[in-house]
């Protein structure tokens, strides 16, 4: 299949750096699709766990990823998955790493997402695939229409606990 992350090998780089320096102990990603960054962080050996909305990319990723036993594939959307997450009797202090990519057109549950991860874990790292890169012109990013691009402004809108907070988790990137 396609390599991890859309092919971005700087994002693979940071990405597997974040895990490393910020001693991830989990990790969770939203929007499967057909599973290549997955298949790709679930070489790390930690607890992966993925959700995938879309029936046909959600069999067809759980077939790819029946050989990876720290795998968890869910169907279903992701805000209603984070949901079942925090219910579960698991560590929420763990440090987290979080891969969100369930956002296509007119489904766009990122800020959502984004309050459920900081009001309940307190050592999530946050990748958001797709996002604008402000100093970066040329980094491609989602822009769905009005109120519908992924940038630092639509996250604004996200109701969120002060991240600067001395409880707030910070690794050593």
Known sequence: MGPPMNGQTERVELVKQLIVQCGILRIVETGTFTANTTVWVATFGLPVTTVEINPRYFGFSR??????????AYEGNSIDFLRSLIAEPIDHTAPTLF?????????????????????????????????????????????????KRLSIDYLLQATTPPLAHSHAYMCQT
């Open 63 to 72: 077939a790819r990823l029946r050989q990876h036993d720290n795998v968890v």
């Open 99 to 147: 891969y969100l990519d369930a956002h296509w057109l007119d489904y766009l549950p990122l800020r959502e997402e984004i309050e459920l991860i900081t009001a309940n874990f307190s050592s999530a790292v946050v990748v958001i695939d797709d996002f604008q890169v402000p100093d970066d012109p040329g980094y491609g990013f989602d822009d769905y229409g009005s109120d």
